[in-house]
Nanobody
Framework: VQLRESGGGLVQAGGSLRPSCAASGFTYETFCLSWFRQAPGKEREFVSSISASGVDHYVDSVRGRFTISRDNLKKTLYLQMNSLKPEDTTMYYC??????????????WGQGTLVNVSS
């Protein structure tokens, strides 16, 4: 499982970003894919997931602002982030779970992309 994030960056509060995660080395369309985030000194936090069948889930703090999507032909995962807040600032990681229905156990991680929201 190989995952590589990109598309993070610096944005003002209220702005938008769309990080992406390119995948290779596995049968992408059968895996559950997720986004997590982790600030220095804090535990990794679940942000959103999308199952192989397209069912999505979000942590309460981002529901209504973030949208997860996947392109099985391009083997790419996206996270559309709107109405960004300074508290969204941290590293964002994508992850893959061979259980297409999203078991919560991850089989691979990307290296992360930094999202920095200025107030």
């Amino acid at each position: 499982v190989q995952l590589r994030e990109s598309g993070g960056g610096l944005v003002q509060a209220g702005g938008s970003l769309r990080p992406s995660c390119a995948a290779s080395g596995f049968t992408y369309e059968t895996f559950c894919l997720s986004w997590f985030r982790q600030a220095p000194g804090k535990e990794r936090e679940f942000v959103s997931s999308i199952s192989a069948s397209g069912v999505d889930h979000y942590v309460d703090s981002v529901r209504g602002r973030f949208t997860i999507s996947r392109d099985n032909l391009k083997k790419t995962l996206y996270l559309q982030m709107n109405s960004l807040k300074p508290e969204d600032t941290t590293m964002y990681y994508c992850a893959a779970d061979w259980n297409g229905w999203c078991s919560g156990s991850q089989d691979g991680w990307g290296q992360g992309t930094l999202v920095n929201v200025s107030s």
